[in-house]
């Protein structure tokens, strides 16, 4: 599903646009200052705009790194380290947590990057190098599926509702769902939100 936000798309009904334009427009609950965990007298648009700054200079050397990628480069240190993680951080998600092994659930491992904090049932974030697909399995054939799928199966066998999976240029929210034949996730443009001059209202509702 489309929406008026060029770097933002609904799929699988994951959510109604009309929510997106209540957030947009704050109308939403839960987009109070207090719910951000500022003061009530605190300016969200200043606070997004300081986090458009930031997020647009790193950005800028994430982009560059990818410009010089070679052919069956993943890039996987750099958009972590250099672009994923500081993103998140400007975010407010400020324990983005490595995984030192993939995840176990009944016998089945699931090698997630990442988790939103630093206890060990923080929401998944499975984080790629900017070459390699959310949609398709690695030529090694491990892991046994495309990205995006080893998410959303891991979401649904475990008690997590939600997960993040991105390669830097696209990031989805996943949630735990057992529609699996149907994909059903937000998904999020980040070259165009930051590409050129930038789309800083899309910026403001991711």
Same mark, same amino acid.
């Given at each position: 599903?489309?929406?008026?936000?060029?770097?933002?798309?609904?799929?699988?009904?994951?959510? %109604?646009?009309?929510?997106?334009?209540?957030?947009?427009?704050?109308? =939403?609950?839960?987009?109070?200052?207090?719910?951000?965990g500022?003061?009530?007298?605190?300016?969200?648009?200043?606070q997004?705009?300081?986090?458009?700054?930031? =997020?647009?200079?790193?950005?800028?050397a994430?982009?560059?790194?990818?410009?010089?990628?070679?052919?069956?480069?993943?890039?996987?240190?750099?958009?972590r380290?250099?672009?994923?993680?500081?993103?998140?951080?400007?975010?407010?998600?400020?324990?983005?947590?490595?995984?030192?092994? =993939?995840?176990?659930?009944?016998?089945?491992?699931?090698?997630?990057?990442?988790?939103?904090?630093?206890?060990?049932?923080?929401?998944?974030?499975?984080?790629l190098?900017?070459?390699?697909?959310?949609?398709?399995?690695?030529e090694?054939?491990?892991?046994?599926?495309?990205?995006?799928?080893?998410?959303?199966?891991?979401?649904?066998?475990?008690?997590?509702?939600?997960?993040?999976?991105?390669?830097?240029?696209?990031?989805?929210?996943?949630?735990?769902?057992?529609?699996i034949?149907?994909? %059903?996730?937000?998904?999020?443009?980040?070259?165009?939100?930051?590409?050129?001059?930038?789309?800083?209202?899309?910026?403001?509702?991711?």
């Amino acid at each position: 599903m489309a929406t008026k936000y060029p770097s933002i798309r609904v799929e699988g009904g994951f959510l %109604a646009a009309d929510v997106l334009d209540s957030i947009a427009d704050g109308s =939403a609950s839960g987009q109070a200052p207090r719910d951000f965990g500022f003061p009530d007298k605190t300016s969200l648009l200043d606070q997004i705009s300081a986090a458009w700054s930031d =997020a647009r200079s790193y950005w800028s050397a994430f982009e560059r790194r990818v410009g010089q990628l070679k052919d069956g480069e993943s890039g996987t240190t750099f958009t972590r380290n250099q672009w994923m993680v500081p993103l998140f951080r400007v975010f407010g998600f400020e324990h983005i947590t490595l995984q030192e092994k =993939a995840s176990e659930v009944d016998g089945v491992t699931y090698a997630i990057s990442h988790r939103a904090g630093s206890e060990s049932d923080s929401p998944p974030i499975h984080i790629l190098g900017a070459g390699q697909s959310l949609d398709k399995r690695s030529e090694s054939g491990r892991p046994r599926l495309a990205p995006h799928s080893l998410l959303q199966e891991y979401l649904n066998r475990t008690e997590h509702v939600w997960g993040v999976v991105t390669n830097g240029l696209t990031l989805r929210l996943l949630r735990n769902s057992q529609l699996i034949r149907r994909h %059903a996730y937000l998904e999020v443009d980040l070259r165009t939100i930051f590409a050129g001059e930038g789309r800083f209202p899309d910026f403001a509702l991711l």
